[in-house]
T-cell receptor, first 114, second 112 residues
Framework: NAGVTQTPKFRVLKTGQSMTLLCAQD?????MYWYRQDPGMGLRLIHY???????AKGEVPDGYNVSRLKKQNFLLGLESAAPSQTSVYFC?????????????FGPGTRLTVL | QKEVEQDPGPLSVPEGAIVSLNCTYS??????FMWYRQYSRKGPELLMY??SSGNKEDGRFTAQVDKSSKYISLFIRDSQPSDSATYLC????????????WGAGTKLIIKP
């Protein structure tokens, strides 16, 4: 099993450009999440999904959109990138039956917005 | 004030030392408490979890929860250079356990 994979691994954008980050998981997990990680701030939840076709806002959703058309995929979109969106983005997934909600993370995408 | 507070470090200790990592929190509804380990340029991975209060031991690692003080700890015995990583605490309530609230992470350096 590949677990959680993220595409791309690195990206540099100019202010105002758009891009989509792709997350895929092969563990048949219901829940999927997008986080951003900035120095000294830990992980902050951007959006999450509790099942195919459903999405919800997290702590810092502004400037991002998401879609979950297939259970195994969760896409994060930046419509008009800003320097404040320079960060490391992590996708995660979890199985809803687990009481401890172990979240499995991808390797991350390092995004720089100039 | 953040819901979960964690000293970012770095914390540098010699190999073989006992390490103590801590988080404090303000939400008394938290029932699930987790420690994730994150190596440099990697995603976090679950290390230990505890439900409600008490201790849990797994090899060289011990997790403690003190709900009366809203304080959780992770102890690492006989620390190894391979333990060098960032340790993040995370917590959740019972009825929204798919949403984790994260600490900022403590960077731990074990010196050979």
């Amino acid at each position: 099993n590949a677990g959680v994979t993220q595409t791309p691994k690195f990206r540099v954008l100019k202010t105002g450009q758009s891009m989509t980050l792709l997350c895929a998981q092969d563990m048949n997990h219901e829940y999927m999440y997008w986080y951003r990680q900035d120095p000294g701030m830990g992980l902050r939840l951007i959006h999450y999904s509790v099942g195919e076709g459903t999405t919800a806002k997290g702590e810092v959703p502004d400037g991002y959109n998401v879609s979950r058309l297939k259970k195994q995929n969760f896409l994060l979109g930046l419509e008009s990138a800003a320097p404040s969106q320079t960060s490391v983005y992590f996708c995660a997934s979890s199985y809803w039956r687990e009481l401890n909600n172990e979240q499995f993370f991808g390797p991350g995408t390092r995004l720089t917005v100039l | 004030q953040k819901e979960v507070e964690q000293d970012p470090g770095p914390l540098s200790v010699p190999e073989g030392a006992i390490v103590s990592l801590n988080c404090t929190y303000s939400n008394s509804a938290f029932q699930y408490f987790m420690w994730y380990r994150q190596y440099s340029r990697k995603g976090p991975e679950l290390l230990m979890y505890t439900y409600s209060s008490g201790n849990k031991e797994d090899g060289r690692f011990t997790a403690q929860v003190d709900k009366s003080s809203k304080y959780i700890s992770l102890f690492i015995r006989d620390s190894q250079p391979s333990d060098s990583a960032t340790y993040l605490c995370a917590m959740s309530e019972v009825d929204s356990n798919y949403q984790l609230i994260w600490g900022a992470g403590t960077k731990l350096i074990i010196k050979p």
